[in-house]
């Protein structure tokens, strides 16, 4: 297909996409992961779900637990444009993951990872652990900018998740051993003008008149703002501001992103995905 709509369970996204690469090569890319209220009133994840089936042979049906995926064969492949990027601004806190597997980091520069992240985060990692828990909602304005080597170009964020007893920290995406970590950080008021200035640029991007837009924001970014419809606006403003015809579009709330960084299909957090159809 020349475009591939994912929706997935929050749980293993970049073996989904190892597994779609590994028929699909490197396909383009366009999902997120299913999200929940959690996020917004503190309550236990888990609740959120997916709907899979087809019109013709199979009853629509939900589960919790699924990967739904859609291939759009295009008329005109060039009309669509995907763009994923970040909200946040790199700090001067950097350093390399000495030991990591799979989501978890266990030292930086081989000092414990909690040492290293808190004390980049200004302590916000462990006051917040200390009311029980998780560190998600402290690390929703720390989000890491893991480079695998110096090859990549483009940020891929990974939002920090909890902490082991042991000091290792647990992320919602893969940190492998060896890579290049950056703190970056935003003020919750600012993030707003970020994602229309995201939406303007991809829009201005655009080579062939856009008919409709989809743009998934992480919910972990939105769960920073007292009021959601802030960025559905800005949405709106920033198509408006940088097309002459805006088109209808689609904001939504992942608990993750997969999109394209430097040509490859990747898991991401706290990012902005943009698709532009003409």
């Known amino acids: 297909p020349d475009l591939l709509l994912l929706m997935s369970a929050p749980v293993g996204e970049e073996f989904v996409l190892r597994g779609v690469q590994s028929i699909l090569g490197d396909v383009t890319v366009f999902g997120g992961s299913s999200a929940d209220e959690s996020v917004l009133n503190g309550t236990e994840p888990g609740g959120w779900w997916q709907l899979c089936g087809t019109a013709l042979t199979e009853a629509w049906r939900v589960r919790k637990d699924s990967v739904v995926m859609v291939g759009l064969y295009l ?21 390399v993951a000495t030991e990591a597997s799979g989501r978890v980091i266990r030292t930086i ?18 006051r917040q652990q200390s009311t029980g828990g998780g560190v998600a909602s402290a690390a929703a304005l720390f989000p890491l900018d893991v480079r695998a080597s110096k090859k990549q170009t483009k940020p ?55 008919k409709l837009a989809l743009v998934d924001v992480c919910a972990g970014s939105a ?22 015809d805006p088109p209808q579009f689609l904001c939504f709330f992942t608990f993750g992103e997969q999109g394209m960084v430097d040509g490859k299909p990747q898991h991401c957090n706290l990012m902005v995905n943009v698709a532009l159809v003409g």
């Open 75 to 95: 008329r005109h492949p060039d009309a669509c444009q995907c763009s994923i990027g970040s909200v946040y601004v790199p700090t001067k806190h950097k350093g």
């Open 109 to 126: 520069g081989g000092k414990p990872a909690l040492q290293v992240l808190d004390g980049w985060c200004g302590g916000a990692l462990k």
């Open 156 to 210: 891929r964020l990974v939002h920090m998740k909890q902490v082991l007893p042991d000091g290792a920290v647990v992320c919602f995406g893969p940190v492998g051993q060896g890579a290049q970590l950056r703190l970056n950080s935003h003020k919750p008021s600012d993030i707003p003008a970020s994602v229309r200035e995201l939406v303007v640029n991809a829009a201005k991007a655009a080579t062939s008149p856009v």
């Open 223 to 244: 769960s920073t703002l007292p009021d959601l419809a802030v960025l559905t606006k800005e949405v709106e403003a920033g198509l408006s501001a940088a097309l002459t």
